[in-house]
């Protein structure tokens, strides 16, 4: 089967960096969109970042310029990260990767604000990793 499998959470002070990981294996779709998510206590799911199997991304407006997201395709593992710089308290959240079959699914569902919590809608998830940003 399909796993997710991140790593990376820490803590840390405002304005340091941490770099989450997202082994992917037993996923073979070459045109999926992988993604990180997020979500805070009492907040909703976030994307906050996808990039598509061509290598476009998406970014929320939170963390342009400050996230980074990249992939790497094997022939049945995929590697995802996301380099986070300059982490703000309002970061603090539970990280998860993602990653859908259906191109452009994980940004049109954000605009549409209908997925509040995580781990839902999208086809694979992994379990999530904490990253706390302390002021």
Known sequence: GVELVES???SVQAGGSLKLSCT????TSADSDMGWYRQAPGN???LV???SSDGSTY????VKGRFTISR????NTV????????????????????????STRMTAIQRMGIMTACR????????????????
């Open 24 to 27: 992917i294996t037993g996923f």
């Open 49 to 51: 970042s996808v990039i």
């Open 8 to 10: 990376g959470g820490d």
């Open 59 to 62: 970014y929320a407006d939170s």
């Open 79 to 102: 590697s995802l990260t996301m380099q986070m710089n300059s982490l703000k308290p309002e970061d603090t959240a539970v990280y998860y990767c993602a990653a859908d079959t259906m």
């Open 120 to 135: 839902t809608v999208m086809d694979y998830w992994g379990q999530g990793t904490q990253v706390t940003v302390s002021s």
């Open 44 to 46: 909703k799911c976030e």
């Open 72 to 75: 790497d395709n094997a022939e």
